[in-house]
């Protein structure tokens, strides 16, 4: 799969942008994205004062409060480094639909700026960092699950799998229909529990007949709502941020 933009040599510095669920749910996630970038002899940045990009606002029609909530974030980026996002959905919001946010106001050029210096965090391992791994875990079967908004939005589908395939002793086995929703899409998930809850029994029902042992995915919304539906079946999966995956079977 050709690259979805023209990639920058290996910055020595570079912005973490840790998303809302990773700061209160899923912390040791980004922590392991930012020992990921660092063992590559990145320094890295964390703005404290970064809050929601303003997706779930978005997405549920809320234009002008989605615009309030990441006018405040357009501000903590002032250097040219890339701005790297351990989220397909927070990535896709800030590189896709932050210009078309601030079309037409005061923030129109600085929006346009920041969105061309957004990584999704597998894309920067793999097309800006040149990542190898060396597996040091033992063998196991692994299903990779790529977020919608990775996927259609990033253009990011490949990433994943191309950081799992250089695990030698992690078998990636390939669900039944990987391209489609988990059934989270934020706010959907509460507004329509009884077809996102069907559409998230499909997806486990699919991860546990590929054989795998392990779902892994680069966002944490899916993983919660994958990881939450296995948890009720009472069944072994268990669900892994990518970055913590392979920060611990590599460190």
């Not at 250089?166 to 489609?180: D, N």
Request: with cysteine.
């Amino acid at each position: 799969m050709a690259p979805v933009k023209c990639y920058p040599p290996r910055p020595e510095k570079v912005y973490f942008f840790g998303t809302c669920l990773i700061d209160l749910f899923y912390p040791e996630a980004g922590l392991d994205g930012i020992r990921l970038l660092e063992r590559e002899g990145i320094d890295v940045l964390f703005p404290q004062d970064q809050t929601c990009c303003g997706q779930p606002a978005h997405t549920s029609g809320y234009h002008e409060e989605a615009r309030s909530v990441a006018a405040a974030q357009l501000d903590l980026f002032p250097e040219s480094w890339p701005i790297i996002v351990p989220s397909g959905s927070c990535g896709g919001l800030m590189r896709t639909h932050y210009p078309k946010l601030f079309a037409g106001t005061a923030h129109e050029k600085k929006a346009n700026e920041i969105s061309g210096r957004i990584y999704e965090l597998t894309e920067f391992l793999v097309h800006v960092c040149h990542l190898r791994l060396e597996d040091r875990g033992q063998p196991e079967k692994v299903a990779m699950h790529t977020s919608c908004s990775a996927r259609r939005e990033m253009g990011l589908a490949e990433t994943g799998p191309a950081l799992l395939a250089q695990l030698g002793q992690v078998e990636l086995v390939e669900q039944a229909r990987a391209a489609e929703c988990c059934g989270f899409g934020g706010t959907f998930a509460v507004r329509h529990p009884e077809i996102s809850a069907a559409m998230v029994e499909d997806k486990t029902l699919a991860i546990e007949a590929a054989g795998a042992e392990r779902f892994v995915t680069s966002d944490c919304g899916c993983m919660m709502n994958i990881g939450g539906r296995f948890a009720h079946q009472k069944k072994t999966v268990k669900g892994e941020h990518i970055a913590s995956y392979l920060w611990r079977r590599t460190s």
